[in-house]
């Protein structure tokens, strides 16, 4: 019992030490070009979570978890996603790695990579596709929290079909 309590003291000392940061955001998602064709009309809205840790000055890495909401009709994201089942939404595991840019005292611009894995359906783990994007965002920041605002490029593959997106969107940073 005491060797738990020793770990667990040296893991919130650790922490309490690091810069750690909460990342929520979300995006809408215009479409360029998809396959197949007939998916060039999905538009989808994503959100999520993440946590990202300081590795120095302006360099931020981290993971988090996020959803995606394929917009239109059942059909034809049940189709792009290849499920059995009709779904428009899909589970996506994300890592990232962000890179801040001074401006001023109080803003900044934020370039973030990130890739993953994405689930349609939160079950279909024999569907399983891929995420890779990169986004720059115009941030303003108030010490402790952080607003921003952009967009970016994102391609998203599922066994045969892929789509390749310009999300727009938020990001809120709180810095513990």
Known sequence: MKRLVVIA??????LALAAVNLDVF?????????TPTA???ISYLSFG??????????????????????LPDATAATNFLGTASP????????????????????????IKGYGGLSIPGFTAFD?????????????FDMVDFNVGLGAGIEM??????SITTVPVGVLA????
Not at 9 to 14: D, E, F, R, T, Y
Not at 127 to 139: M, N, R, S, T
């Open 49 to 70: 979570l993440q946590a990202t840790y300081e590795v120095t000055e302006g360099v931020q890495i981290g993971g988090g978890v996020g959803l995606a909401y394929f």
């Open 127 to 139: 569907k399983l596709g891929y995420i890779v994007g990169a986004k720059v965002l115009y941030v």
């Open 9 to 14: 003291m040296l893991a919130v000392s650790a």
């Open 156 to 161: 998203r593959t599922y066994k045969a079909s």
């Open 26 to 34: 979300g995006n809408y998602h215009f479409t360029l070009s998809a």
């Open 39 to 41: 998916a060039a009309s």
């Open 173 to 176: 940073s709180i810095k513990f």
């Open 87 to 110: 779904t428009q939404w899909t589970l996506d595991f994300i890592v990232s790695a962000k890179y801040s840019i001074p401006i001023n005292d109080f803003s900044a611009v934020v």
